[in-house]
C-alpha cells in the first residue's frame, strides 16, 4: 500500500471521527439504583429468635423431616418433573445465545467452488449470433472482521454471558421450588389422610350416639324428634367423610403431578409418616448472606449485570467502526489456465462506518437498555424485599405456634374426656341429649383444629428452608456476589 493510499485512509479516519459527534447518547441515563440489605432493618421483626451459624438449610433440607419416602419422590419430581425441563430448556437457550454472541466477535473465513455452464441467448452474446455455450469455472476465499474499536461487541457477549448465569441459577431455584413444593404437596397428603381418619372417627361417634338414642327412644327417654336428631347428625358425618375421601384422592392427584407422572402414580404412594417440624433458628449472618443463598437474588443480580453491559454495548454503536473485508481467487473459461494470471483475481476493502444521522433510532435503542437495567434493578430490589420479607414472617409464625399446638391439644384432651364421661352418661339413661351433642362438635373441632396447626408447623418449616434458600451456595459464582452495575449516565 502506498503512503498516499494511506494518508488518505487516515484522513478518513479523522474525519468519521470529528463526524461521529452528530450522534450522541447524552442526556440519557439510568435511575435505577440497588438497595443494600444493610439497610433493610429487620432486628425487631427477628429478636428473640435462636441464631446459629449451622442454621442455613443443607442441600437435601427435607431428610431433616423425617420420612425417607418423600426424599425418593423429591429425586423422582427432579428428575422427571415438566418444570425442571423447562428450566433446563431455558437454560440451554440462554447458553446459546452466549456462544453465540461470543462467535460474533470472531473473524469469518468462507470459500467457495463451482462451475457454470450457459447457453447465451442472441440478445445476450455479444457477437449477436447466440448459441453459443461457455463454461465458468471459479474457486475463491473471502474474509471479514469487524474491529471492534470500542468494545461493543464484547459488551455484548458479556451480557449474553451474565443471562446465561442468571437462566443457570434459575435451573436451581427451579429445583429448590420443585422440592418445596413437593414437600409441601407431601405434608397435604398427610393432612388429607388424617382428615379422613377424623371424619371417619367421627362417623364411628355418631353411629355410637344413634344406637344409644335408639335404646332411648325403645325405654321412652328419649323422644322420635331427639332420635330423628342423631339420624341427620350421622348423614351429615357420612357426607363429611365422603368428602374428606374426595380431598384425599385430589391431594394424591396434586403430588402425582409434581412428580410428572399419572394420576395413577398418587395411589402407589404409602401414607405419609407424621413429619417433624425444623428447630426454630436463623443463621447468626442473616441478612448479609442471604444474598448469595437465595438463588432467585443471585439471578436478579446478574440479570442487573447483564443490563449494564448492554448499555454498555449500545453506547459504542454511536462511534465509528472500522470492518476490513477481502477476497481472492481465480475464475476462467473453459480451456484458459484456472491459475494462470489472468484468472486470478483478489480485494481488499477497509470500510468505516459513522452514524451521522439515523432519525432517533439509536438513542431509542439506547433509552430501551437504559430502561431494561431499571427494570432489572428494582426487580433485584423487590427479590431482596420479599425475601427478607418471607423470612420474617415465616419465623414470626413457627415462633408461636409450637405454643398454639401445646394449648390445642390440651383443649382437645378436655374435649374428649368430657364426650366420653358424657356417652357413658347417656347410655346410662342420665345425661342430657344436647349436652352429647354439643360436646361431640368441640371434641370434633379440637380434634380438626389440632390437626390443622400440626399441618400449618409442617407447613412453615418447609417455607423457612425455601425462604434461606434451600441449600443453595452461590461462591462458586463471584462476580454475582458484588452489586454490579454503577449507575450509567
Known sequence: MSSKTLRAGLSLVLAAMTLAGCASYSGLNTEGVSLDAKNLKAGQSLSGVT??????????????????????????????????QIADA?????????????????????????????????????????????????????????????GGQRD?????LGEARAAEVDQQAAQLTLSADVARAYSDLGQAHIVYDLANEDLKRTKQMLELSQRRLSSGIDSRYQFQQTESLEASSEASLIDAEKRLQSAKIALAVLLGK???????????KI????????????PAELLGRRPDLVAARWRVEAASKNIAAGKTQFYP??????????????????????????????????????????????DSRDADYDLAVAQYNKSLVKALGDVSDTINQL?????????????????????????????????????????????LQAQRQLANLNAEQIDLSIQLMQALGGGFQGETLTAANALPATQHN
Open 51 to 84: 441464631l446459629s451459624p449451622a442454621a442455613w438449610p443443607k442441600s437435601d433440607w427435607w431428610k431433616s423431616l423425617g420420612d425417607p419416602q418423600l426424599d425418593g419422590l423429591i429425586r423422582e419430581a427432579l428428575h422427571d418433573s415438566p418444570d425442571m
Open 90 to 150: 431455558r437454560a440451554h437457550q440462554a447458553s446459546a445465545a452466549a456462544y453465540a454472541a461470543d462467535a460474533a466477535r470472531m473473524p469469518t473465513l468462507d470459500a467457495s467452488a463451482g462451475v457454470s455452464r450457459s447457453r447465451l441467448a442472441r440478445d445476450q452474446d455479444p457477437s449477436g449470433q447466440g448459441g453459443t455455450y461457455s463454461t465458468v469455472r471459479n474457486i475463491g476465499a473471502s474474509f471479514n472482521y469487524n474491529f471492534d474499536l470500542w
Open 156 to 160: 455484548a457477549w458479556e451480557a449474553a
Open 262 to 272: 399419572g394420576p395413577d402414580r398418587g395411589n402407589e404412594i404409602a401414607r405419609p
Open 275 to 286: 413429619l417433624q417440624a425444623s428447630a426454630v433458628a436463623l443463621p447468626s449472618v442473616l
Open 321 to 366: 467502526n472500522l470492518n476490513l473485508s477481502a477476497a481472492a481467487g481465480a475464475e476462467s473459461l473453459l480451456g484458459d489456465a484456472m491459475f494462470g494470471s489472468a484468472s486470478r483475481f483478489f480485494n481488499v476493502a477497509p470500510t468505516i462506518s459513522v452514524p451521522i444521522f439515523d432519525g432517533g433510532r439509536l438513542r431509542a435503542d439506547l
Open 399 to 443: 415462633r408461636d405456634i409450637g405454643r398454639q399446638i401445646g394449648a390445642q391439644q390440651h383443649a382437645t384432651d378436655i374435649a374428649q374426656d368430657s364426650y366420653n364421661t358424657v356417652v357413658q352418661r347417656y347410655g346410662s339413661g342420665i345425661g342430657n341429649y344436647l349436652d352429647v351433642l354439643s360436646i361431640e362438635q368441640q371434641l
